[in-house]
């Protein structure tokens, strides 16, 4: 179904794994989708074909989000090609791991830079846009729409990863203050706690049966996610069926935050 028919969404990290997904998951239901990347020009103009193929408009647009004057100008590009936004997809992550004490500055502030600041510049820029426009009902119940691509590890540690952990820490009280914050606004913000997906970003966690087998020992549904399951998440959340549901972390994982 279309449910989000007319909608225009920006995507970041749009060029690989959950969030190309997602990009791909939100034309195919209806919407005009801006697929950012930071690098991979192929990568990016394969995306857009795909997202074109459901006959929507779909634009590749390179800027890294740790930067507060590319956010700036690709948010006033984009809203000026579409007219308008009505969802954010705050998608790009990476990770630099490393044991805790040989742990670099750089390796510190780029996860930072990108997973949590990232986040911040791009709902920060989409918020301005929903607050001016307000509501059309003819579009959807609220007046804009966020979905912050967090983790699991919102909530669990993770040893070797203390970067990548503590941003997508600050992403779960980032949301949800902002989701307090914007509601009286009709704006929505949620979150996606991904578990084990399959990406370039995990490719060692399970390329090999040995990875695979000891990966699956953590995921009491027995096989590894899907990022078209993180996708469809992200279209519920979206799309005006979730419209009550406003500042919730929903996990896509296989039941490995159970134990
Ligand atoms: P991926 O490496 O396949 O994709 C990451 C995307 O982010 C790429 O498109 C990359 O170009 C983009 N990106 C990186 N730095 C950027 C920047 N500075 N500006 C703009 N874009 C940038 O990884 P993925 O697994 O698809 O991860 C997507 C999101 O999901 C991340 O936030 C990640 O933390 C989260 N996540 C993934 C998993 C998993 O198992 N794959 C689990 C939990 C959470």
Redesign the pocket.
């Known amino acids: 179904p279309k449910t989000l028919k007319g909608q225009k969404a920006l995507v ?8 190309m997904a997602v990009a791909a998951a939100l034309g195919e239901a209806g919407a005009d989708v801006a697929a ?5 020009d192929e990568a990016a103009a394969k995306v857009v074909e795909a997202i074109r193929a459901h006959g929507v408009q779909a634009i590749a647009y390179k ?4 930067s507060e004057e590319q956010v700036a100008t690709m948010f006033r590009d984009v809203i000026e090609r579409f007219g308008t936004l009505d969802i954010l997809i705050n ?4 990770q630099r791991d490393s044991a805790f004490h040989a742990m670099t500055l750089a390796q510190w502030n780029t996860v930072l830079n ?2 949590l600041t ?1 986040q911040f510049l791009c709902a920060r820029a989409a918020v301005a846009e929903f607050l001016r426009r307000g509501v059309v009902p003819e579009v959807s119940c609220a007046a804009g729409k966020i979905i912050c ?4 590890h919102q909530e669990i540690p993770w040893a070797g990863h203390a970067n990548y952990a503590t941003s997508k820490g600050g992403i779960k009280l980032l949301m949800e203050s902002l989701a307090q914050e914007m509601a009286p606004h009709r704006i929505r913000v949620n979150a996606i706690a ?4 399959r ?4 490719t060692a966690a399970w390329n090999t049966p040995e990875a695979y087998k000891r990966l699956m020992t953590l995921v009491p549904y027995g096989r590894i ?1 899907e ?1 078209e399951d993180v996708a469809r998440a992200a279209v519920w959340l979206a799309s005006d069926l979730s419209d009550y549901v406003v500042g919730t972390t929903v996990f896509v994982d296989g039941g490995m935050t159970l134990y």
Do not use: E, F, K, W
């Not at 800027?63 to 740790?66: H, L, M, N, Y």
């Not at 691509?149 to 699991?152: D, F, P």
């Open positions: 970041t990290g749009a060029n690989s794994g959950i969030g950012n990347y930071v690098d991979g800027a890294d989000v740790s998608n790009a992550g990476l990108v997973n990232g691509m967090s983790s699991v991904p578990g084990a997906i990406t370039p970003i995990n996610g990022p």
